[in-house]
């Protein structure tokens, strides 16, 4: 059987968690179901980290970046779908990125409200030049794959032919069920976990009252996995990110977190973090916000927590009992294995994009 071609155009390397999650994780299996993937990154790896340590990108590599993206939408008629990642060719008008994008159809991949970085802009300029631009690229899509709903009504509104909801999930086989499930209790003190980037790590500074209080209660440690933060009264441990130890470093701790503002924007947010610590056997405790409230079954595998009183009572809640750990993480674990792996998404996702080969429509 011919080999499907698919152009995919990912915003960064697998430096970067949505692109990694989103894209890079399913390629073995889109290998094995016959598509043959091509990967161009708008942003790479030493752009990604160039980001990461200054702040920015360079105006140098801006430049770079964005001709390397033009020469890849130049060869897309070499490919019978183009999967792009949120959008090909930030600010600039929707009218030239959709003539470059013709000749192939094309798929279009949402984990957070990009739309709103354009209608929600400060700048009313830049509303009003760029505030349907996603809807107009969403509009013209043969598919528009969303991490959920809040997205999916947002594509469909749009006027998106096919929306289809796939959740940003974990590939099993990089998280063993935990050897005795909640994990590493000889430790001498428990830890809460948290894992993002250093661009996401200021959600974090949404519990420091809430810790610093329960710090008051439980000794604990907070470990922080990909970015830096100190905070006053609590015993805070930081850890770089690698793809190679998170699971393991989540694993060996006890209760992980998610806090979030409530905007449009985080209303978009897929829960990516509460899945990992699932994952792990970990129970939860998160902001209920967005998909957090699909992913959290309330005193079951973790807890909502509203407001910092909330953040204290479910933390001490686990932090002093062993056994609720244990049960909850169980319970979390148990549906990432039903719903939120590669394992159960992997065929979900082939299947809809062989069915944009397969349309009989001229692009």
Same mark, same amino acid.
């Given at each position: ?10 915003? *960064? ?38 980001? *990461? ?25 070499? &490919? ?30 949402? $984990? ?72 590493? &209790? ?16 200021? *959600? ?41 130890? #998170? ?6 701790? $006890? ?6 503002? $409530? ?39 973790? *807890? ?7 953040? /204290?009572?479910?933390? #001490? ?5 062993? $056994? ?11 549906? /990432? ?27």
């Amino acid at each position: 059987m011919k080999s499907i071609r698919v152009l995919a155009l990912t915003r *960064y390397g697998s430096l970067g968690a949505s692109s990694r999650m989103r894209t890079f994780q399913y390629l073995p299996m889109l290998a094995d179901a016959g598509f043959d993937v091509t990967t161009r990154a708008l942003f790479d790896d030493a752009a990604l980290s160039t980001r *990461y340590k200054n702040g920015r990108y360079g105006l140098g590599t801006v430049l770079k970046r964005y001709c390397l993206r033009l020469s890849a939408l130049w060869s897309r008629r070499h &490919f019978d779908l183009v999967w792009i990642e949120k959008e090909t060719l930030p600010w600039w008008p929707l009218w030239l990125e959709k003539l470059l994008l013709k000749g192939a159809p094309y798929v279009l991949d949402y $984990d957070d409200a990009l739309f709103h970085k354009y209608d929600q802009h400060r700048l009313a300029i830049v509303r009003r030049l760029f505030g349907k631009r996603i809807d107009g690229l969403m509009a013209d899509a043969a598919l528009v794959v969303c991490g959920n709903d809040y997205l999916a009504k947002r594509a469909r509104a749009a006027g998106a032919l096919d929306v289809q909801v796939i959740p940003t999930v974990i590939d099993l086989k990089r998280y063993p069920f935990p050897d005795s499930a909640n994990q590493n &209790f000889n430790k001498d003190l428990p830890v809460v976990v948290w894992i993002g980037s250093p661009s996401t790590v200021p *959600y974090l500074q949404l519990l420091q009252a809430p810790l610093q209080e329960l710090a008051r209660r439980v000794p604990f440690v907070l470990r922080i996995i990909g970015g830096q933060l100190a905070m006053d009264g609590v015993q805070v441990e930081c850890l770089n990110w690698s793809e190679d130890t #998170e699971a393991e470093n989540l694993a060996s701790a $006890d209760v992980g977190v998610m806090p979030l503002l $409530d905007t449009p924007w985080e209303q978009g947010k897929c829960a990516y973090k509460l899945i990992q610590y699932m994952a792990c056997g970990l129970p939860v405790v998160a902001s209920p916000v967005g998909a957090n409230c699909s992913v959290v079954h309330e005193g079951l595998n973790g *807890y909502l927590a509203a407001d910092p009183s909330a953040w /204290v009572e479910h933390l #001490e809640r686990l932090l002093t009992s062993t $056994d609720r750990r244990k049960a909850m993480g169980n319970k979390g674990r148990q549906l /990432v294995e039903q719903s939120y792996c590669i394992q159960v998404t992997g065929n979900r996702l082939a299947g809809f994009l062989r069915g944009c080969t397969n349309q009989n429509k001229s692009w």
